[in-house]
């Protein structure tokens, strides 16, 4: 690719990349650790003309939550509501999920052939509601702390 100066590296990571949901922590790090090696790859591939995209698809019928999901309920009765409610959840809708893979393939094929391929491609709407939510949330909570952040009151060097 850098050869060409052209190619797409498409890079499967989850709506968990961006929501980390009760019950599925160590997934959602994995993720998380997917968007920030495509965001530093994107910056140093892209000068080459090789794009980076993250696909980030909400629920979709596959096996994610059906038996290449191993879980284990908390034994701790604080967890009830949280952890074991997302994992129940998830057992109980395995192979019903809304979003059609078939579907989420073809958005892929054509995202990549895009004239300008996005950098984050959300399938589903469910993960589209998901990732749009937590997105306002960071924003609202970075607007409000901004005015006692060190770096919006203070020049450097200058903090008290």
């Not at 019928?61 to 967890?79: C, I």
């Not at 996005?118 to 924003?139: C, D, I, M, Y």
Request: hydrophobic share 40%.
């Amino acid at each position: 690719m850098r050869t060409r100066r052209r190619g797409h590296i498409v890079n499967l990571s989850s709506v968990a990349g961006f929501v980390g949901f009760a019950g599925s922590g160590y997934y959602a790090a994995t993720k998380h650790a997917v968007e920030g090696l495509s965001d530093s790859l994107a910056k140093e591939v892209g000068p080459l003309g090789i794009h980076v995209m993250c696909v980030e698809p909400g629920p979709f019928r596959t096996d994610f939550a059906g038996r290449s999901l191993r879980q284990t309920l908390s034994r701790f009765g604080d967890y009830e509501a949280t952890v074991n409610g997302r994992l129940r959840t998830l057992a109980g809708r395995s192979g019903m999920q809304p979003g059609d893979p078939t579907r989420a393939a073809a958005a892929i094929i054509e995202a990549v052939q895009a004239a300008r391929p996005p950098r984050h491609l959300v399938l589903g709407a469910l993960g589209l509601e998901n990732v749009r939510k937590s997105l306002a949330e960071t924003l609202e909570e970075i607007d409000t702390w901004k005015q006692t952040s060190l770096g919006a009151d203070f020049p450097v060097g200058q903090a008290e």
